[in-house]
């Protein structure tokens, strides 16, 4: 089967926000086996928006449409798509409770043209909104099924996986299911390569390589008659992946980030962390606090961007800052073991680095990154040189140096230097 993509909103159009609806709903259809050969952003302009839709009926067998679902008047979605479908509007009873309630529990103002959104077209699926407003809803015809959800991420997510995921597997006659291997320590070039054999044969399962910062996910995705089928054509293929990258791989969960994985790394170690950043400015913390339960293993960060706060808060030596400079390898060594002293936690991860654009030079060029990582008072430091612009520079360095904290502790525990 088919399935099209319509974003709606002129502020996509415009730039004003970063379209991931279409990424995260593109990856969704590839689990799933699902072909998506057409993805269009419309703003929100009736005209154009009912000729994209009436295009996309034509040749697709289901048509995904999200924003312009909201109360105001350039929302237009809905009212286009049950002209396209040949349905009226009615008022659903239960989606108005739900938007009435959703104001009083906020002690929001509901005004009148909230009531818009409870408007849903005839013989049509509903799908109730908790974390919302506006409702989606699912059309059904013979040639082709529509499918609107609201813009919001924070309410298009949990709807497509409360309600639209199971609706489209149940519709495709064969079983999709893929299992994702995350990577860290390696490219994407050198992960194809080294999977080059496997992708030149492969028929089912398939195997697809997707680069992300720091790191590569591999998606191993099986046809078959049910899931038991499927995971069992899965199972061979990831053991030998498992055995060509080893300890690169830090998980075979889709829902485990890089952090999450260290995180559990040390709670099953009963090891405690620090953080000492300068150039990612308190970027790592803020990945580490996203794992529920770190507060057992983190215990304290420093954001010491001067010179000054280096010296005053982790005891780097005025003369390693003259000498060798703010971002060297000793001040990070001086960092990490700094940090790791004052807070008196195991581990202490340090970053210094140059993000850009400016203060670079031809010895120290702009990217040029120094991480350290102290355990029990040894202390591991690795140089980077990383490209693109700021942001993506602290973005990089942050996943390095989650990189090589796991990479230091895997070390250490084979050692058996630390731990339970």
């Known amino acids: 089967m088919t399935v099209e993509l319509i974003c709606v909103g002129t502020e996509i159009l415009l730039g004003n ?3 991931t609806n279409a990424a995260y709903m593109s990856e969704k259809l590839a689990g799933l086996g699902l072909s998506n050969y057409y993805q269009t952003v419309v703003g929100d302009n009736a005209g154009r928006l009912k000729a994209t839709l009436e295009t996309a009926v034509k040749r697709s067998d289901i048509v995904i ?3 312009g679902l909201g109360p105001t ?11 396209v479908m040949g349905r009226k509007l009615y008022e659903d009873e239960k989606a108005w409770k739900q938007i009435v309630k ?9 005004t009148e043209n909230n009531r818009k959104q409870a408007q849903v077209p005839e013989e049509s699926i509903i799908l109730y909104n908790k974390n919302g407003t506006a409702p989606g809803i699912i059309m059904e015809a013979p040639e082709c099924k529509i499918i609107l959800l609201p813009g919001p991420p924070g309410e298009l997510i949990p709807m497509w996986e409360t309600y639209v995921e199971d609706y489209l597997r149940k519709l495709s006659p064969e079983q999709f299911v893929s299992e994702t291997v995350k990577i860290c320590e390696a490219g994407e070039s050198a992960v194809e390569t080294e999977l080059k054999d496997l992708i030149d044969k492969q028929t089912n399962p398939t195997i697809a390589t997707y680069a992300k ?13 049910d899931e038991k089928e499927c995971r069992k054509l899965i199972k061979p293929v990831v053991k030998e992946i498992k055995q060509r990258f080893g300890a690169k791989i ?4 889709e829902n485990v980030t890089l952090e999450q994985a260290v995180v559990q790394l040390m709670l099953e170690n009963g090891m405690t962390l620090s953080t000492a950043e300068s150039l990612t400015g308190g970027m790592l913390t803020s990945r580490l606090v996203n794992v529920p339960g770190v507060s057992d293993v983190l215990k304290q960060g420093f954001v010491t961007y001067s010179n000054k706060a280096k010296r005053k808060y982790l005891g780097v030596k005025r003369g390693t800052l003259d000498k060798r400079g703010a971002v060297s390898e000793q001040t990070a060594k001086e960092m990490a073991k700094g940090g790791a002293s004052q807070t008196k936690t195991n581990v202490c991860v340090a970053l210094t680095g140059i993000a850009g654009p400016d203060g670079g030079s031809e010895e120290k060029p702009v990217g040029l990154t120094y991480i350290a990582v102290c355990i029990e008072g040894k202390v591991k ?23 090589l904290l796991r990479h230091y502790l895997l070390e250490c525990l084979t050692e058996k230097t630390f731990g339970k």
């Open 381 to 403: 430091v690795k140089e980077y040189l990383f490209s693109g612009e700021r942001q993506k520079i602290r973005e990089s360095a942050t996943t390095a140096a989650l990189t």
């Open 102 to 110: 959703f104001f009083e529990k906020r002690k929001l103002n509901l």
């Open 17 to 19: 926000i970063v379209n």
């Open 65 to 67: 449409l999200c924003g």
């Open 213 to 225: 910062v720091g790191e590569v996910h591999i998606r191993v995705t099986a046809k078959g008659r």
């Open 73 to 83: 008047e350039d929302d237009l979605t809905k009212e286009t798509a049950a002209e």
């Open 250 to 253: 830090f998980t075979t969960d």
